[in-house]
């Protein structure tokens, strides 16, 4: 049991040995499947419809004999069905912002509340973070995990914490400006809300003492962080993670920023196909799916993230020794079909920001006409181009349309609207409107 208890407040287990990490991971997996086993009624029931039990887990690879667990699992179960401890044990509960129906109810011992603190300090460290910054947390506080999760991980880390929350945006820019705030937690949308506001108020963020963003909880492009480190001058670093499995502080990018490594001695990742639930090489893009190996209120076993990705097992040059995961590019869920072509949002966002004289607000409307389902792209386009001539605005509706139709092969009616037309988000931005006639 030694490794269990070892100490792993320190960063070190960053750089841990592959073996090492291994056996603490078989260790980990077979405490925290032995543990749902005896208190999760759902779990036990479905080891023992599948003739499995606990001893069962012998090698790491033993996980594939378990069953996935799924968010309509949480539903079945709303609110406390999957707790794990009894109610005196658990000191903290969330719930998601149920982006598609009824809230997902998750909770935390206090243990689970000192390794999720942890996990957030070494995601901090690793975006450079140290106890001199001021971070400004503007993630929401509340049932959201974001706020609260990024606030522990910053205190921890020793940092000087500005809790202001998500919105009041003309407040954020006064105290990033008066506190001196370094870095800033937030969704990328946000951000760029704050960007915008803060040029209203003539105000350059390339000004500020802030220089680095710690932004997730959304997909979002690699065009987007190139369009947000031009605009601020700020150094943006993704950061993954999901209320069900603890919250942000799943993944995080390094200084290379080729992909997020993974905090994989508490979260064991695997990727699979989505169509058949088999497990897939290192390598190959399919549906992430995540073991709590250190979450004790409530496991999470198999979890299906709907998450899109690859695992990058190839060594980072930054030395840690955990594998990565690439860019989230879409939750499944995003995914849209129209005339029988997949669809992910990010293709779209990658298109227009490719652009010169577009912002990054933009909608994509899914409507019906003549019973077809057909695609509708808004996008803002900046001032000066709003003010321009009429020829050059159409020249620019033109490369756009043909950007876009040319990544995602269908094609599309491209609308370019006036400044501060799209509706901004002081959290997750809901970029797709779909107002298709169900069959
Ligand atoms: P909800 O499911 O209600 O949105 P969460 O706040 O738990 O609640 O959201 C987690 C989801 O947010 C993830 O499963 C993922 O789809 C998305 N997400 C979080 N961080 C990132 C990121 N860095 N890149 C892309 N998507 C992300
Ligand atoms: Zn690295």
């Known amino acids: 049991m030694g490794l269990l208890y070892e100490n792993d407040d320190l960063s070190a287990l960053d750089y841990v040995r592959q073996d090492y990490l291994r056996e603490l991971q078989l260790e980990r997996l077979r405490r925290i499947v032995r543990h749902a086993y005896d208190h999760v009624e759902l779990f036990r029931n479905r080891l023992n419809e599948r003739g499995i039990t606990p001893d069962d887990i012998k090698t790491l690879a033993d996980i594939a004999k378990l069953p996935f667990m799924k968010k309509i699992d949480l539903r079945d179960t709303y609110p406390f069905g999957l707790f794990a401890v009894p109610m005196s044990e658990i000191v903290r509960l969330h719930a998601s912002s149920g982006t598609t129906g009824k809230p997902i109810v998750v909770s935390y011992t206090r243990e689970d509340l000192e390794v999720w603190m942890q996990v957030i300090k070494r995601a901090f460290a690793s975006c450079g973070l140290s106890r001199n910054d001021i971070v400004q947390v503007a993630y929401g506080y509340g049932l959201f995990t974001g706020g609260l999760g990024a606030h522990y ?11 202001t929350s998500g919105g009041n945006t ?21 951000f ?3 960007i915008e506001q803060a040029a209203a108020e003539n105000i350059d963020m390339h000004d500020l003492p802030i220089r680095v963003g710690v932004f997730g909880a959304e997909p979002w492009t690699n065009a ?12 943006a670093y993704d950061i993954y993670g999901l209320s069900e499995i603890i919250g942000p502080g799943v993944a995080i990018e390094c200084k290379c920023q080729q992909g997020m490594h993974i905090f994989e001695d508490h979260f064991y990742p695997e990727i699979i196909d989505p169509e058949t639930g088999e497990v897939l090489p290192d390598g190959e893009f399919g549906e992430l799916v995540i073991t709590t190996l250190s979450k004790f209120a409530m496991p999470m076993i198999r979890y299906r993230t709907r998450d899109l990705t690859r695992i990058i097992s190839e060594p980072c040059a930054c030395g840690r020794t955990l594998r990565r995961i690439d860019r989230i590019s879409s939750r499944s869920d995003d995914m849209f079909i129209i005339r029988g072509v997949n669809v992910f949002p990010s293709q779209i966002e990658t298109a227009l920001l490719s652009i010169e004289g577009t912002t990054p607000n933009y909608n994509i409307i899914l409507y019906t006409e003549n019973g077809m389902d057909n695609i509708e792209v808004d996008v803002e386009i900046s001032e000066e181009m709003f003010s321009d001539r009429v020829r050059a605005m159409e020249a620019l509706q033109k490369k756009l349309t043909s950007a876009v139709e040319g990544l995602i092969g269908l094609r599309v009616k491209l609308k370019l609207v006036a400044p501060n037309t799209i509706q901004r988000s002081e959290g997750k931005a809901r970029r797709v409107i779909d107002r298709r006639e169900k069959a």
């Open 153 to 163: 991980g910053a205190e921890a880390l020793g940092a000087t914490v500005v809790p």
């Open 170 to 190: 003309k407040r954020q820019i006064m105290l990033m400006r008066d506190f001196g705030t370094t870095a800033i937690c937030c969704t990328p949308s946000y």
């Open 192 to 194: 760029n809300f704050m």
């Open 224 to 235: 987007m962080r190139g369009r947000i480190e031009e605009a601020s001058g700020i150094k």
